[in-house]
């Protein structure tokens, strides 16, 4: 059974859509949950950053764990093509490494 | 802002050679950590490092591989004997803190030949 399960897309939205990204996980250690933007051959750069069940906002971005279902999700609000990218989430078990989803690949069209 | 730094951002090497990956992380982090992604595949952990010593590697951290801190900014990862699978992008990643979210770098793209 995988760890950290995100279906790989692709997604393709209008501009101005909301996008929802979600993954699904097995293990009840993780705590820490993170979601990371990456463009193509680059490194993953940070959106979000959370250790609690609920919502967590931050500008067009909102991220939603539920640890009792062992789901977490990333909303963006108004989607710009500049958004297009693959979209990671990760999770930490405490203060160990990460453990990442396969990523989606999400396309804004303009 | 402060950023991780990687270089090379893309190495070739013949198979069997020695390769050497070098990372600047960010200057006031504590801990520091390789990851592998193989083109078209998940992110994967290599090894934490922490107070000058590993504090946790994964099952693809073989022999063949190692990590130094040789001074004050630079943290480095060598492959000893280069293989075909091998080839990937290394990302290199720092956090303040164990339990805080870890910054990557640009990533090094190695490409054995």
Not at chain 2, 75 to 83: A, E, G, Q, V, Y
Request: negative net charge; hydrophobic residues 30%.
């Amino acid at each position: 059974q995988k760890e950290v399960e995100q279906d790989p897309g692709p997604l393709s939205v209008p501009e101005g859509a909301i996008v929802s990204l979600n993954c699904t996980y097995s293990n009840s250690a993780f705590q820490y949950f993170m979601w990371y933007r990456q463009y193509s051959r680059k490194g993953p750069e940070l959106l979000m950053y959370t250790y609690s069940s609920g919502n967590k906002e931050d500008g067009r971005f909102t991220a939603q764990v539920d640890k009792s279902s062992k789901y977490i999700s990333l909303f963006i609000r108004d989607s710009q093509p500049s958004d297009s990218a693959t979209y990671l989430c990760a999770m930490q078990p405490g203060a160990n490494n990460l453990f990442f989803g396969t990523g989606t690949r999400l396309t804004v069209i303009p | 802002e402060p950023e991780v730094t990687q270089t090379p951002s893309h190495q070739v090497t013949q198979m069997g050679q020695e390769v050497i990956l070098r990372c600047v992380p960010i200057s006031n982090h504590l801990y520091f950590y390789w990851y592998r992604q193989i083109l078209g595949q998940k992110v994967e952990f290599l090894v934490s490092f922490y107070n000058n010593e590993i504090s946790e590697k994964s099952e693809i951290f073989d022999d063949q591989f190692s990590v130094e801190r040789p001074d004050g900014s630079n943290f480095t990862l060598k492959i000893r004997s280069t293989k075909l699978e091998d080839s990937a992008m290394y990302f290199c990643a720092s956090s303040d803190r164990a339990d805080t979210e870890a910054f990557f770098g640009q990533g090094t793209r190695l490409t054995v030949v």
